[in-house]
């Protein structure tokens, strides 16, 4: 079982910056797939950013160029680095990790921007 937390959502202005956490309760970078997805209110849940084992990352066509994924093998944490950020990045914010047939999910986090 793993268990993911975020952290980091809030309200930022159009064109702010902010930056996504996920905390794993334990050694997942070797085995899992972790990522964030996210979705609006009356949307499908959308890929934002994926880290593969190796530490290969891919983008959401949306996102590419603004947001970047990367990971702490250290403290067991992935982040979102989100730049120039637009309404329409407005959404709850979730964290995954995946490996063969279990994946877990994050409890999410809101980001909210201001236009």
């Known amino acids: 079982q793993v268990q993911l937390e975020e952290s980091g959502g809030g309200l930022v202005q159009f064109g702010g910056s902010l930056r996504l956490s996920c905390a794993a309760s334990t050694y997942v970078f070797r085995f899992y797939t972790m990522g964030w997805y996210r979705q609006a209110p009356g949307e499908q849940r959308e890929m934002v950013a994926t880290i593969a084992t190796s530490g290969e990352p891919n983008y959401g066509d949306s996102v590419k160029g603004r947001f970047t994924i990367s990971r702490d093998s250290d403290k067991d944490t992935i982040y979102l680095h989100m730049a120039n950020l637009k309404p329409g990045d407005s959404a709850v914010y979730y964290c995954?990790?995946?490996?063969?047939?279990?994946?877990?999910w994050g409890p999410g986090t809101q980001v909210s921007v201001s236009s």
């Open positions: 995954y990790a995946a490996a063969g047939p279990n994946t877990y």
